[in-house]
């Protein structure tokens, strides 16, 4: 009898962020142009649109009996919690979603496994259980300090809902610029709206635009909230409305910023270009100021479907601890009584008496300095959640390296094996029932274009991803997985214009392969590639 040699074990499926469940029993499916898509509504019309524009084929769809590469999309509740799904790939494809957005992560599941090679395009097989780890799956995207019009914000939705990410932050109003439009207030988009960073345009969305964003992330299963950074970063408010704010206050930082980086101070009634921040805040102690929130904040919340208005809280430094509670104990109570959860920056857990079930946003190190720790366990103590966004990890807009040419470095150098290395409960060391999830920031000081936000982007927000949806203890939540599955994603980027960094720490693809390993040399793309 001659011994059998062992076979190596296979690869996992090149996955993000990686399921609960996956195996690979080897081989493929081929992906014809005869193949058929069987399923009804809008996920159907999603599959359709999205394999035309990874393969070119124009996939019909059928009331018929399933036949040998077809795809199949259902509905059942039984087969996972919310957003979960299952997908097998065998003679056929079969996707069953929970509820439509689990049909919907399942659809972005099986895209993942197309690949072309010399006999065309193909799918890997695979069997596959899901469901998200966290609830709440975020990217900010700062459109206050240079602003992004609706289709950009679109592509940018469609970039980001493809990871399973299901909320959309939108940072509307800063120092540098106010983006929505209030019919209450008009001003603020007619003389505060015209202003970015480094004295770049501005822009603002009218209410149809806004709409047009919430309706196109809910297309993609995405949850948008708006912010309205209060009472601090609010000089453009200035511009429009100078009886609602202070005049400036300076501090050392923003003193030695300043000069360090050759920026204007924020001076009063004029628009503020520099980067500086803690200068700026609304007058906390005349009642004009909460009749001006009441609308900002109503309007908003009748544009806005989701659960949740957030209202800032962070860097107020020029506000005394009193007035600043006070501020923000009435504004996150006016936020409940407007049919809204107040989300809040770590800084608004110092006031004692803040709205019951204020979710705090916690962006401090992931060793907490100061009282940062304290202040976002007070949320929790006040019935209240906590989505993680610790800076020096998950802050997208921070530099891969100290010589990347865009990006900041005041929280850290943020490569791609730091953004994956850590852990949501870690930081506070609370339950992770406490936790409401995860978001990555995307500030815009030094981001202009929807390129620049691709490098920024791309290749963290996929490792992001996978620490808000993956479970802890996959065998496969380790860098040396993470690693080897995203660099199969370079092809299927490229196609798709997404232009992102080419990081030397991933073993990037240059090609679709058919389960052979990735190349082991990096791929320089692009106009920052070294």
Not at 75 to 91: F, I, K, Q
Not at 408 to 432: M, S
């Amino acid at each position: 009898m001659t011994a059998q040699t062992p076979q190596p074990p296979r690869p996992p499926l090149p996955l993000v962020p990686f399921p609960v469940f996956a195996e690979a029993p080897g081989g493929r499916m081929p992906l014809r142009e005869t193949a058929r898509l069987h399923g009804d509504g809008p996920a159907l019309a999603d599959l359709h649109d999205a394999i035309l524009r990874r393969t070119g084929l124009a996939l019909p769809s059928t009331r018929g009996a399933v036949e040998q590469g077809d795809i199949v999309l259902r509905l059942d509740p039984s087969v996972a919690t919310a957003e979960g799904y299952t997908l097998t790939v065998d003679d056929h494809a079969e996707i069953i979603g929970a509820d439509a957005a689990g049909l919907f992560y399942g659809i972005q599941t099986l895209l993942q496994l197309v690949q072309q090679d010399d006999e065309g395009w193909s799918l890997r097989r695979a069997v596959v259980s899901d469901a998200p780890r966290f609830g709440y799956r975020g990217v900010m995207l700062d459109v206050a300090r240079h602003f992004f019009g609706v289709a950009d914000v679109q592509a940018f939705i469609d970039r980001v809902s493809a990871l399973k990410f299901n909320h959309l932050h939108l940072h509307l109003s800063d120092d540098q610029g106010w983006r929505m439009h209030i019919d209450a207030w008009p001003l603020l988009t007619t003389r505060a709206s015209g202003s970015s960073a480094n004295g770049d345009p501005g822009g603002f969305y009218t209410k149809d635009d806004y709409r047009a964003i919430v309706a196109y992330a809910a297309s993609k299963h995405m949850v948008v909230v708006p912010e309205i950074d209060l009472p601090g970063h609010t000089h453009a408010i200035g511009l429009a409305y100078p009886e609602l704010v202070e005049a400036p206050v300076m501090n050392d930082t923003l003193l030695a910023e300043a000069a360090d980086l050759g920026q204007p101070l924020p001076v009063a009634g004029e628009p503020y270009t520099g980067w500086g921040v803690g200068h700026s805040s609304v007058r906390i102690r005349e009642e004009s100021t909460y009749r001006f929130v009441r609308d900002v904040l109503t309007e908003l919340a009748e544009l806005t479907p989701g659960p949740y208005l957030h209202i800032g809280g962070d860097e107020a430094l020029g506000t005394t601890p009193a007035d600043f509670a006070s501020f923000v104990e009435r504004v996150s109570a006016l936020t409940v009584e407007i049919g809204k959860t107040p989300v809040a920056w770590h800084e608004v857990g110092a006031a004692p008496g803040i709205a019951e079930g204020t979710v705090g946003q916690y962006w401090g190190n992931t060793t907490p300095a100061g009282a940062h720790a304290e202040e976002a366990r007070h949320f929790i103590e006040r019935g209240g959640t906590l989505i993680m966004s610790a800076s020096n990890v998950a802050y997208l807009d921070m530099k891969y390296t100290p010589d990347f040419p865009l990006g900041a470095t005041w929280a850290a150098i943020i490569d791609v094996r730091t953004a994956y290395e850590w852990e949501p409960t870690a930081v506070l060391d609370v339950p992770e029932r406490d936790i409401l999830g995860v978001e990555t920031p995307l500030w815009t000081e030094t981001l202009r274009t929807l390129a620049d936000l691709d490098l920024l982007l791309f290749p963290r927000a996929a490792a992001q991803a996978e620490i808000a949806w993956s479970p802890r203890e996959s065998p496969e939540r380790t860098w040396g997985s993470f690693r080897a599955r995203v660099a199969r994603f370079a092809p299927a980027w490229r196609h798709a214009g997404i232009g992102f960094h080419p990081s030397p720490e991933i073993p990037w693809a240059e090609a679709d392969a058919a389960g052979t390993p990735a190349s082991p040399r990096s791929v320089a793309r692009g106009p920052h590639a070294r």
